[in-house]
């Protein structure tokens, strides 16, 4: 990588970390085992991590932990969380401590190793927060670098092409280019700058066949109305839009 895009990368990082600490408190468990994302499947239906009693799980933005402490309560035998946010790291750690759970965690972001163990972990988990990274292939080499032979990737991210609708009256309509990939700076989410990448489906997946993982399902999760959340008209995750375009997508790989 040139020196350029380093400097690059690093800048967009800066954004989202400065952004994720002063949100960290006011998006505690927004989306967290069982839910893989709003108005879809959960894991209790789906079943994409199995049985994980006695299991080594790493989990890439693990935010404020309670997906940590769902591991923990169905049987989890070693838990490590990963987060950009040290405020996030720092409610993860209170959670953890208040459920004694015995947890590693790291503020880092993903493309970045801070000390986790190599060829290590049965699962590999991401919900809603793999899409965050500046560098997508850095990111998935990590993960696979983590996973033991045999051990899977499941991660959630909001449907690349849920990102270019924009309601219209009670319409939707195309406000963007699904074949346009490349950073997208934001100076109001949430009331603070971020960069997000936007990224087609298929940039995922080569990902991810690049890293050496082989994948064994792709999930375009249907409208599914019983996770409790509000319907707003004017909310992104609308039932209304759902209803004609996959909130989220959800894909699981396995290390060979």
């Not at 401590?97 to 970045?112: T, V």
């Not at 449907?159 to 950073?183: A, D, I, T």
């Not at 934001?186 to 990224?199: C, E």
């Not at 992104?236 to 989220?248: C, E, N, V």
Request: proline residues 5%.
């Amino acid at each position: 990588m040139s020196d350029d895009k380093r400097t690059e990368h690093e800048r967009y990082l800066e954004l989202n970390e400065a952004s994720w600490d002063k949100v960290a408190h006011s998006t505690k468990g927004r989306t967290a085992l069982p839910y893989y994302g709003p108005l879809c499947a959960d894991e209790n239906e789906l079943g994409l991590l199995g049985d994980v009693r006695g299991k080594r799980v790493v989990e890439l933005g693990c935010g404020d932990g309670k997906s940590l402490l769902y591991l923990h309560q169905h049987g989890a035998a070693e838990l490590c969380g990963l987060d950009l946010s040290g405020e996030q790291i720092a409610n993860a750690k209170a959670l953890c401590d208040e459920h004694e759970i015995a947890a590693d965690l790291f503020r880092a972001p993903m493309e970045e190793n801070p000390g986790i163990p190599l060829a290590h972990y049965d699962i590999a988990l991401s919900l809603y927060a793999l899409g965050w990274s500046v560098d997508l292939q850095a990111s998935l080499n990590r993960i696979a670098s983590y996973l033991r032979p045999g051990g899977i990737l499941v991660f959630s991210w909001e449907h690349p092409v849920f990102r270019c609708l924009k309601s219209r009256g009670k319409e939707l309509v195309m406000q963007h280019s699904y074949s346009e990939e490349g950073p997208i700076e934001s100076m109001s989410w949430n009331g603070g700058p971020i960069v997000m990448h936007a990224r087609k489906l298929s940039t995922f997946l080569n990902a991810i066949i690049a890293s050496g993982l082989q994948i064994e399902k792709v999930v375009e999760a249907d409208l599914h109305e019983g996770d409790g959340l509000r319907d707003y008209p004017r909310r992104w995750y609308s039932k209304d839009r759902a209803k004609l375009m996959p909130t989220t997508v959800i894909i699981k790989a396995s290390k060979p």
